[in-house]
């Protein structure tokens, strides 16, 4: 039976949010995926290894993962139902991936049952993340690998922050009743996105949390927000009420997207930081 002790964490992966993940997991997908060509090197994952994915969400990269370590296994854990649902639903089949529900940083893990432990952005959303590394650390075999990505802060000018700010701008402008789309509608999903921005204090918590050799790579790369600037702001706009959105800060909000559309979608450059380190002992 696993323990849940980041509550409002749970609360939120698993309202709205989280359902939004779901429904919309190839988007978000696209967003991040282009970060993984980076994660993947870090990790080095090899044909028979014993991988956990945390924070997997709908379990694109627990796939990629299972692909890599053929001979091996992969388990995904997540705090959130219906991101899990929609993993275990894609991932019919597939016989070397298993899911679990529960929370990372309490999760009764077997103890030095993986080779490396992953995360594309699902490691940020704890209250003690030392508790959440050793735990996670005590899941690896003496020696193994941890290998991920959490954003870096974004500069006032960097591409993706400047234009989703200017489109939040233009929504509030537009009717102050209509919050701007977060990633979350709960305050402190934003700040736990940023709660490992800085490498000195990540540096810190995985030396405590018992992990040597740690390096923090900076990492650019496009996310995609869609198929073409209209499409990006349907996406933008669903995550509040879309309804109340008038159809001239739709069409404002198009024209700030439609110099970045591209044949590959709507591009915004984002960066990330890359995170590796090994257990000690
Ligand atoms: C930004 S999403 C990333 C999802 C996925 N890794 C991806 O790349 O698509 C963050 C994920 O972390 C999960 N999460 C948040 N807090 C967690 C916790 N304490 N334990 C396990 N998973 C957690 C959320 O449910 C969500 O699936």
Redesign the pocket.
């Known amino acids: 039976m696993s323990t849940i002790v980041?509550t409002g964490?749970?609360d939120a992966?698993n309202g709205p949010v989280?359902q939004h993940?779901a429904d919309h997991?190839e988007r978000?997908?696209g967003m991040?995926a282009s970060f993984d060509e980076a994660l993947f090197a870090a990790a080095g994952i090899g044909e028979r290894d014993r991988v956990l994915?945390?924070?997997?969400?709908?379990g694109?990269?627990t796939r990629r993962a299972a692909r890599l370590a053929a001979r091996g296994h992969v388990v995904g854990?997540?705090?959130?139902e219906p991101?899990l649902a929609r993993a275990r639903s894609v991932s019919a089949g597939i016989k070397n991936v298993s899911y679990e529900w529960?929370?990372?940083?309490v999760?009764p893990f077997p103890a030095g049952r993986h080779d490396v432990a992953i995360?594309?952005?699902?490691v940020m959303?704890?209250a003690d993340h030392t508790a959440?590394f050793a735990n996670i650390g005590r899941s690896l075999r003496p020696g193994g690998r941890l290998a991920f990505v959490c954003p870096r802060p974004a500069a006032p000018d960097g591409e993706e922050g400047r234009v989703l700010g200017l489109l939040a701008s233009l929504l509030t402008a537009s009717s102050p009743r209509v919050p701007a789309p977060q990633?979350s509608t709960k305050a402190d999903l934003a700040t736990a996105m940023a709660s490992l921005a800085d490498p000195d204090r990540t540096r810190k918590v995985l030396e405590q949390a018992a992990f040597g050799s740690v390096a923090v790579t900076p990492v650019d790369a496009p996310t995609c927000w869609g198929r073409d600037a209209g499409d990006a702001v349907d996406f933008y706009v669903s995550r509040g009420p879309r309804a109340e959105v008038p159809e001239e800060t739709l069409d404002a909000m198009r024209a700030a997207l439609r110099p970045y559309e591209t044949d590959r979608g709507v591009l915004l450059s984002a960066g990330v930081w890359v995170v590796t380190a090994r257990r000690d002992g």
């Open positions: 980041n964490q749970a992966w989280g993940w997991h978000y997908d991040l994915d945390v924070g997997c969400g709908s694109s990269t854990v997540d705090i959130s991101m529960g929370d990372a940083q999760h995360s594309r952005g699902g959303f704890f959440a990633p």
